[in-house]
């Protein structure tokens, strides 16, 4: 509230959805409708907070995922040619400069080769978070899509379509699998389980650890996200941002990931999986 007084002081507020309705309604009968409504609500309702801009005459700003299926994407096309609005959505790791320099330096490469590619991720969450909604697979997609789709977005954004799509393991705290995708083969690590965190980071303190390996060597992923978000409006703003189409690839891989039965400990497993009690 501190921050929201220092910067709009003035800004109408709503704890209710129904208030806040009413009043994008009034707005669009006096024919001055929102210019943008931003979706920051919980994963399953995306999908009808996107539908509810549209029909309010605003163009849509949605978080990642912008919705939890492929079929979902369909359906916000046709609303979006009806309505003649836009619905962009949040694929910040895109902007990150390792990434951009990764992508250019992978399409440089001829003839173009499959890169050997590791990434795990960890964040830990304390005991809230199964509790919460997105603790149900059924509202947040479960780990894969909560935590890793923006992941799974930037592999596809820099090594292209998807091949082939394998979970070995899965439950409430963590996911591994394999992703083969036209010029890379991804062995996958996701968990929110601060056990999983290496020894070394966990004894400095620190409660996430993320890497991404390419051919044996570290992509520096350190730094560089603090504003990315600012970068992503500010491109939208300029009408350069991220629509449907560009989310239905990492959409459809983690939603494959919720239908499918973990094969174990077989073919091309993240390492990890190694140190964790299946």
Known sequence: MGILDSYFPDVHFFSEFERFDRHVDKLRRCN??????SICSPNYLHDAHVRFALRSGSDAICEKPLVLNPWNIDGLYEIEQESEKKIYTILQLRLHPSVTMLKHEIASKLPRKKHEIDLTYITSRGNWYLQSWKGDSKKSGGIATNIGIHFFDMLYFVFGGVQENILHYSIETKAAGYLELAHARVRWFLSIDSDDIPAVHKAAGKRTFRSITCDGEEIEFSDG????????????????GYGLESSRVAIETVSSLRHVRPRGLTGEYHPLLNEVSL
Do not use: A, C, M, R
């Open 32 to 37: 001055n409708p929102v210019d943008y409504i």
């Open 225 to 240: 996200f603090t504003d990315l978000h600012t970068q992503s409006y500010e491109e939208i703003l300029k009408g350069n």
